[in-house]
């Protein structure tokens, strides 16, 4: 992959991964699912590589990496890449996918994910806990190239080995109030973590908070003695009129983190209107077709200095009139600055909305077109 690999700085693109069974057993087979989504802005990108470790240690996942199976779903949109491949190798060591879009380059938002499902993964015998190695080829502005990399646990745990369910008894309590938190586990050791250092607690499955005076998020690892494997299970409690907790606050004016929604006139079918940005913000909206009549849609595509960032279709289809009607919605975000083009296909009927959500304060201005 071409440019500098970029340690410790993260990656552009965030990855969630979950695993078929929950957590991973030894011995048996398992399937991986990694959802990969733009972050807080859209990224440009040319290459994902996925590494497994192959070998029968601890710190490795499969016996066999030949059984392997690569299945990548999303990224079928021309700006998105026009759909992405899986390619396999086995050097020393790893089972390799490298994934790449058609066309060469795409753009990844938090609502065009593309989901990788890797199959047929047979898990060796020793508990333990490799990592799945990611190096993305990732642009913010699809001009300059770098390569970050990161890694994602695996926990490999014995056959039959349970721990699901963390639950409150409550998810809603007054300040001072407590919750009691039950889970379904087998033996191992259980640590406790709710923000107040943590705790080692019993292993028959239930656990009594302090008196809670704020929001709670309830973080409890189960671990195997002498091996590296650790599951984690998060749960939330909300507090009315919490305790006000802050380590320093500083501000010359009013701080707003998230200003009014403002509504946006959509352009009539068959027509285009452009906006500029005044500050960073959301954009949402929603298209609805009319019932028993042709598909209506929105495109919508961001421009910096006269160059497309990135672009999205949404399309209501609503020709079954059997059925009830719905709608398409949709959020992207847009940076200060950035010029949005929005282009309505439809007739007249369809119903077209937008709202701007800005980050502070500041509107999405429409430009007034040329003489």
């Known amino acids: ?26 011995g048996g087979t398992a399937t991986l699912r990694l ?57 020393p060591g790893e089972a390799v996918f490298t994934l790449t879009p058609a066309r060469g380059r795409g753009w990844l938002a938090g609502v065009t994910p593309l989901t990788v499902t890797l199959g ?62 039950t889970w379904d586990g087998s033996p191992a050791t ?15 499955g239930t656990w009594t908070s302090p008196p809670l005076h704020d ?17 984690v299970l998060t749960t939330l409690v909300t507090v009315a009129r919490p305790h006000l907790r802050v380590t320093d606050l500083q501000s010359a004016g009013r701080v707003r983190m998230l200003g009014a929604s403002l509504p946006v006139d959509a352009p009539a079918p068959g027509t285009s209107a ?4 005044t500050t960073d913000g959301l954009l949402l909206g929603h298209v609805k077709a009319r019932t028993g009549q042709a598909p209506a849609s929105l495109r919508i595509t961001v421009l910096a200095d006269g160059a497309t960032v990135y672009g999205q279709q949404f399309v209501s289809d609503n020709r079954d009139a059997s059925r009830l009607p719905s709608e398409t919605p949709f959020h992207l975000p847009v940076a200060h600055g950035r010029t949005v083009v929005v282009t309505a296909q439809g007739a007249e009927g369809d119903d077209f909305g937008l709202t701007w959500m800005p980050y502070g304060s500041g509107g999405l201005q429409p430009e007034q077109p040329s003489p």
């Open 274 to 277: 452009r906006y500029t940005a």
């Open 1 to 26: 992959m071409s440019g500098p690999l970029v340690p410790g700085d993260g990656t552009l693109l965030s990855y969630a991964l979950k695993t078929d069974p929950d957590p991973v057993q030894v």
């Open 35 to 91: 959802t990969v989504r733009g972050g807080p802005r859209p990224a440009h990108c040319r290459r994902i590589v996925l590494a497994l470790p192959t070998g029968a240690g601890a710190d490795e996942l499969i016996t066999a990496p030949g059984s392997l199976t690569a299945v990548v779903t999303g990224g079928e949109a021309e700006e998105q890449g026009g759909g992405w491949t899986a390619t396999a190798t086995t050097p």
């Open 120 to 181: 047929q993964i047979r898990v060796n015998t020793a508990t333990g806990t490799p990592r799945l190695r990611i190096t993305e080829e990732t642009s913010a502005d699809g001009t300059a190239w770098e390569t970050r990399g990161s890694e994602l646990a695996l926990a490999k745990f014995p056959e039959g080995f349970v721990f699901r369910d963390l639950r409150p008894d409550r998810v809603h309590v007054k300040n001072g109030e407590t919750v009691t938190l």
């Open 190 to 204: 259980y640590t406790m973590d709710w923000g107040r250092g943590p705790a080692q607690v019993t292993t028959d």
């Open 215 to 231: 929001t709670t998020a309830f973080r409890l690892a189960a671990r195997l003695p002498n091996s590296t494997a650790e599951r």
